[in-house]
């Protein structure tokens, strides 16, 4: 592989950056308090972090394709080889590189490459994401929420699953991740909704509401929201030694509060 073909692959993509655990699974890495490590390969070899950090990791300085080795060295700011990772692997919608180095915690680095036009197809109405703004909401069919986003021409995603359950919270992770255009995101179980959620501002916090489940928040918050609530349920699952939903009760109010209580704003009807 040269390095434009390298580029086709990795270039355009957020890739998210995890402890590789056992199984095929991984564990995301933060940065301070808030923020998982996400990375963009720029073409001029320079690193791009779409999300918040309390600070940048520097072993992510900059990078360098190995192109007889068939490796990506990433560079700190001495430009001294801080790791080196393999090329993609496809593993179903996922693309994953892993890291070579040796003894220390091995990494992977996982992207879910672009289905823009496909994901759109399933949105009403059928236009262009208004100003970045999307809700996720399940069974909204001749509701007042559809009647809604059509008069305020907003993007709607239809779940499979409802988001106050762990399956349609992960369906809005892997939506948000392969989506790097979006903005403002709300996350609901209230089909009644009849007024525009982003009309008012969310000044960096995440709007929070009990009853009905709703979440609103700027994507990158919501990326990171998400992503510790599926990895505080995949330990709990682990720990319980129970392998379903539907054994285990899993509070996704109780694990915002936990970890996320100074950044969000607590409504209630």
């Known amino acids: 592989m040269n390095y434009t073909e390298l580029m086709e692959q990795i270039g355009n993509q957020e890739w998210t950056v995890e402890v590789k655990l056992g199984l095929g699974d991984g564990s995301t890495i933060t940065m301070g308090r808030y923020g998982i490590i996400v990375i963009i390969f720029n073409e001029d070899g320079s690193i791009t972090f779409p ?75 059928h236009a262009e994401i208004n100003e970045g703004n999307i809700i996720f909401a399940h069974d909204y069919v001749d509701s007042p929420i559809k009647a809604m986003v059509e008069r305020e021409e ?28 979006l903005k403002n995101i709300m996350v609901t179980t209230n089909n009644n909704l009849e007024k525009d959620p982003f009309e008012e501002s969310i000044n960096f916090k995440m709007a929070v509401e009990r009853t009905p489940f709703t979440l609103v928040a700027s994507r990158s918050l919501m990326i990171e929201v998400v992503g510790k609530l599926l990895i505080e349920y995949n330990h709990q699952i682990f720990k319980s030694k129970r392998f379903s939903q539907k054994q285990y009760q899993f509070s996704v109010f109780e694990i915002i509060m936990k970890y996320f209580a100074d950044r969000i704003v607590l409504k209630e009807q």
Do not use: C
């Open 51 to 125: 999300s918040h950090l309390d600070f940048l990791p520097l072993e992510y300085d900059h990078w360098k394709f190995d192109e007889e080795k068939q490796e990506i060295n990433f560079m700190n700011p001495e430009g001294q080889i801080s790791s080196v990772i393999g090329l993609p692997q496809k593993f179903g919608t996922r693309l994953i590189m892993y890291d070579h180095d040796q003894g220390k915690q091995k990494r992977r680095f996982v992207a879910y490459p672009s289905l823009q036009e496909k994901i759109r197809q399933q949105k009403l109405p």
């Open 154 to 181: 907003l993007a709607i995603h239809r779940l499979k699953n409802s988001p106050s359950e762990i399956e349609g919270l992960r369906e809005v992770f892997n939506y948000l991740i392969e989506n790097s255009d």
